[in-house]
């Protein structure tokens, strides 16, 4: 098991410069979806070495092992799992309260891989903030209930989250030959712009997509977790079901990869989305960098 997870851990730090951790386990499907457009070749030297070390003690245990006996007694054995529960209960008392570095990539270097790992665990679960309750959700949404109303038109509203999208400009002007982005420069009358803070960093795409179709801010969760594969497991209010139930609409999700990334077919069908469309449903065959 070590193994597995030093391995896997050298790789996700490889493709996504961060650490292996738990929440990682329900993003599975998704990595699976995408490996191909990695490469795992050559294999780090280090992990080479591990591996042929670990198979050759396996080997050579088995070579001087008396045929037809154990090498261990049963005093013994019951001695070894008593010890490997007393450091598994160890790593789980070290890890109560010890602090988690997820930003610098921190984590395994100041706390050790296997305690770092234990130790965000519990990131994976969400806890109520203080003065939570359905009353005080009841009282909040009272408050804003005399400024809504039924609107006087109910135009088509097309939403295109882009995640590779980026304006540099906003870090100073940028010397270049032509204009970068001339359509979206235009747009000035009858436009209204601003900025956005993205609350994702090198993934976890859907963490967007949460934080805009629900209003919910990923501020409650932990650094890494993914809302999609962890917690919602049934119907869901949302932007979808507020414009169906309230104003009518038809509501179409529409996402061009692989549907099994992030959960989304059950998530999208527990908003309410009355169609779903991903890169099976397209006929295109232009395709840049297999995307």
Known sequence: VLMLLSTVNVYVHQFRDRLLEPVDIFSAGTALNVA??????????GVVAAWVL??????????IMPKGKSMVST???????????????????????LQTYHWDKQGAQNNGFLLDFAAKIKEAFVLPPEGYSADTVEQL??????HAGQPERTPHVIVIMDEAFSDLSVHG?????????????SLQENTLRGYALASVYGGNTANSEFEFLTGNSMAWL???????????????????SDLKGNYGYRCI?????LSSGWNRPAVYEAFGFDEQYFLEDFPQKDLIRDY
Not at 173 to 185: A, H, Q, R, T, Y
Request: glycine fraction near 6%; proline fraction near 7%; include cysteine.
């Open 253 to 257: 999700a529409m996402h061009p990869y």
């Open 54 to 63: 670990w198979l050759a003690a396996l080997l050579g245990l088995r070579w």
């Open 222 to 240: 932990s650094e890494n977790a993914v809302p999609y594969q962890q917690y919602i497991r049934g119907d869901a209010y949302c932007m979808v």
């Open 173 to 185: 002007p940028l010397s270049v030959d032509e204009e970068v982005m001339p359509f979206i420069s």
């Open 141 to 146: 949404a009272d408050r804003y209930a005399q």
């Open 75 to 97: 005093r013994a054995k019951w001695l070894l799992a008593l010890c490997c529960v007393t450091a598994a209960i160890g790593v789980g008392c070290l890890a109560h309260g």
């Open 36 to 45: 191909q457009n990695y490469s795992l070749w050559p294999i780090p030297a």
